[in-house]
């Protein structure tokens, strides 16, 4: 029992040094300047929705989704993620979500649509989405190197046929 008690810490204590959350501020200070910018309500930090962005982070640890961003936690949830080459430190998640909330610019509220082609302003849609209350977010230094960061919302935003706010 004393053994399965010990290799189960080893195991949680290498989940967690392989992830590293940052505080949530890190996460909520941009995101929630956002949402403030065009009415909505904070965000409120989850703890639950961390580890399930730790969990999606650690599966994705080599390679990091380099090339494809299709990969997420679950259709239940919202996800926002991104790659960061380059930081592996708390400058690669202001990185993802100055990203993310930059995605404003493409962004047109009329026809609740993204402009300049593609599909370039989900992130943003879904950082300010209203009817979602709920973050947690979390980065991990990829193996091959730079960071890939993480925040998974709920309930779930980008629902279609809706606006965000
Ligand atoms: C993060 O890493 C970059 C690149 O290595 C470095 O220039 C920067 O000073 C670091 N930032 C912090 C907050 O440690």
């Not at 977010?137 to 779930?156: E, K, N, Q």
Request: hydrophobic share 35%; charged share 20%.
């Amino acid at each position: 029992m004393k053994m399965v008690i010990i290799s189960l810490l080893s195991v949680l204590s290498v989940l967690s040094i392989m992830c590293d959350d940052g505080f949530p501020s890190d996460y909520l200070y941009g995101q929630n300047a956002a949402r403030a910018d065009v009415g909505v309500k904070p965000l409120k930090w989850s703890k639950q929705l961390t580890r399930m962005a730790e969990k999606f982070l650690n599966k994705h640890i080599i390679h990091c989704l380099q090339g494809q961003l299709v990969a997420r936690y679950s259709i239940y949830h919202g996800q926002n993620t991104a790659r960061i080459p380059g930081f592996e430190n708390l400058t690669a998640i202001h990185q993802a979500v100055e990203m993310w909330v930059e995605q404003k610019r493409y962004y047109d509220y009329e026809s609740n649509s993204c402009i300049g082609g593609g599909n370039l302003c989900h992130s943003y849609t879904q950082v300010v989405w209203k009817d979602s209350k709920e973050i947690g977010c979390s980065r991990v230094t990829c193996r091959i190197g730079g960071s890939l960061v993480a925040c998974i919302y709920r309930p779930l935003g980008n629902v279609a046929g809706q606006r965000p706010y």
